[in-house]
């Protein structure tokens, strides 16, 4: 099975000084495998903030390997039900949040996540979380 990375896994294995080790294994397993997936603004947020230039292309550069899965109205359209799900139930998350859920229900994969608001997420929506 394909796993949607969300970026809070890529930032801590790629932004930060001292990458985390375990999520560094499971990462690398993953991208081995050819099981490792992208969207756009998974990759934007990776990318947003980063002052140095050198540091910007060395990132830019290592996401370049992974094709970003199209994105089709349909996930925005899934997006916004899941947040209307979520928010009934007194859930609060992000349109990026939501939308990386819908992608995950519609294409099959499994979300590899640190958030735990995606726990909570779970609980009300059709999603499965990468352990």
């Known amino acids: 099975m394909k796993v949607l990375i969300d970026t809070c896994v ?3 294995v790629l932004r930060r000084k001292i990458p985390d080790l375990e999520l560094s294994i499971w990462l690398e397993e993953l991208i081995a ?15 947003s903030g980063i002052n140095d230039a050198k540091q910007f292309h060395r990132l830019q ?9 199209p994105l089709k109205t349909e996930h925005y359209v899934k997006a916004a039900e899941f947040a209307n799900i979520c928010r009934k139930r007194g859930i609060q998350g992000s349109s990026i949040d939501f939308l990386i ?7 099959n994969l499994a979300i590899f996540t640190t958030d735990k608001d995606f726990e909570n997420f779970k609980k009300h929506l059709p999603i499965r979380i990468y352990q």
């Not at 859920?101 to 294409?107: F, G, K, L, N, P």
């Open 10 to 12: 890529w930032s801590a």
């Open 101 to 107: 859920c819908s992608v995950a229900y519609r294409e």
């Open 61 to 69: 550069g290592r996401l370049a390997t992974f094709e970003d899965i």
């Open 33 to 47: 495998d050819g099981r490792a997936s992208l969207i756009g603004p998974i990759r934007q947020e990776l990318l």
